[in-house]
């Protein structure tokens, strides 16, 4: 996994912070309803983490790029 970012916000270089999408809230939640929903939106959280920066709100998206 890479963890080492350049933030292109305040140019910030080296050891990323982990950021996972969706709410930890929710997964909460389906932790308490099921144990197997909690354990697919955690999956899936894990699977989609970005990598950000540790000093400012960059998330680790990258700025708007044409693809
Ligand atoms: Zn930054």
């Known amino acids: 996994m890479e963890w080492n970012v350049t933030c292109p ?3 910030f270089s080296g050891l990323g ?3 996972l ?3 930890e809230g929710l997964e909460k939640i389906l932790w308490l309803l099921l ?3 909690g354990l697919t939106y955690h999956s899936w959280r894990v699977m ?3 990598t950000g920066c540790p000093r ?3 998330d ?3 700025p ?4």
């Open 17 to 19: 912070r982990r950021v």
């Open 48 to 50: 989609n983490a970005r």
């Open 21 to 23: 999408p969706g709410s």
């Open 35 to 37: 144990i197997l929903p």
């Open 9 to 11: 916000r305040c140019g």
């Open 60 to 62: 680790g998206s990258r």
């Open 56 to 58: 400012c709100p960059w």
């Open 64 to 67: 708007a790029e044409a693809e």
